[in-house]
């Protein structure tokens, strides 16, 4: 599977190692640019989504609207940054368009800055 940038997946995300990572089976956000993800690279950063609602809580989370195999509206975990294996992407749910992939970016850069 071909994953690019701005995408939201589905993903194994078990086993975690402790009580304070993100695990099962959810939507992640595929940070990581293209160049990787489009060669033969083993593992893709992602920002793993939880349908567990906080409001007004940038820059640690973003809010996506259900859309298309997105089922439910959720936020994206900013501050949980994770690479996983390309073998525990399941199947494409959406992408976001460019105005929330920007959004992401903004946040992700203060919360690492």
Same mark, same amino acid.
């Given at each position: 599977?071909?994953?690019? &940038?701005?995408?939201?997946?589905?993903?194994?995300?078990?086993?975690?190692?402790?009580?304070?990572?993100?695990? &099962?089976?959810?939507? =992640?956000?595929?940070?990581?640019?293209?160049?990787?993800?489009?060669? @033969?690279?083993?593992?893709? *950063?992602?920002?793993?989504?939880?349908?567990?609602?906080?409001?007004?809580?940038?820059?640690? %989370?973003?809010? =996506?609207? &259900? %859309?298309?195999?997105?089922?439910? $509206? @959720? $936020?994206?975990?900013?501050?949980? =940054?994770?690479? *996983? $294996?390309?073998?525990?992407?399941?199947?494409?749910?959406?992408?976001?368009?460019?105005?929330?992939?920007?959004?992401?970016? %903004?946040?992700? $850069?203060? =919360?690492?800055?």
């Amino acid at each position: 599977m071909m994953v690019s &940038k701005g995408e939201i997946w589905l993903a194994n995300l078990n086993p975690i190692k402790k009580n304070n990572e993100v695990g &099962k089976i959810r939507p =992640v956000y595929i940070l990581q640019t293209n160049e990787l993800n489009h060669s @033969s690279y083993p593992t893709t *950063i992602v920002l793993p989504l939880t349908t567990i609602l906080i409001d007004d809580a940038e820059p640690l %989370r973003m809010r =996506v609207i &259900k %859309r298309e195999n997105l089922e439910k $509206d @959720s $936020d994206i975990l900013i501050a949980q =940054v994770r690479a *996983i $294996d390309n073998s525990r992407f399941v199947k494409k749910l959406s992408i976001l368009n460019k105005e929330e992939m920007n959004s992401v970016k %903004r946040l992700f $850069d203060e =919360v690492i800055e």
